[in-house]
């Protein structure tokens, strides 16, 4: 069985999740800039993580548009962010809904891991990004608590990657293997 792990990546963050995964997994790992779907014909099973920007997982399309060419594959997505990951229906509905539209196929599972938010290593324009977005949820009159975690988010600041974490992804990687 062939597994390539794929990830993309602005801070290192998902990076160093992808390089943690391929070591346990003992198989290659790449940048999704190096890959095309073709690239793909090769591997029984793919790994694929990206952070998450705005609930966008950052590349994820080369999963999603070519989900009939991979239907015969076995599928984890991972992502990175810094909402906690006991806030399940933002990642179990929210992230879910606005990357998979037609909804998970059935041989795709995903993971969710805690990743790294250093405000001085951020763009200015993901700093702009993140100033804009508090603004507008901190002008709610009535804001839900998703916007009030949102507030709070958009200062997060640290490194909260844990490599224990990957173990549930390697198990069913490996499992029936
Ligand atoms: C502009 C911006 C938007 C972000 N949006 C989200 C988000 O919607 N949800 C989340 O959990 N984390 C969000 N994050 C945090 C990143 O997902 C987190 O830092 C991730 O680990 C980055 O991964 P990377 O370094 O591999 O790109 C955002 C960060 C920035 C700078």
Redesign the pocket.
Known sequence: MKTIVIYK???????AYAEWIAEALGCDVVDAKTVSISDLAEYDTIVYGG?????VI?GITLITKNADKLRDKKIAVFT????PQDCRAYYDTYVIEKNFKKGVPENVRIFNYP???ILEE?SAV?RA??KTLKKIMMSKENPTEMEKMLVELCDANGDFSDKTLISDLVEYVTEGK
């Open positions: 990546t602005k801070y290192g963050s998902t990076k952070g998450l920007y705005s609930e950052n990175t962010g810094i909402t990743g790294k938010m951020l993901h990004a993140l």
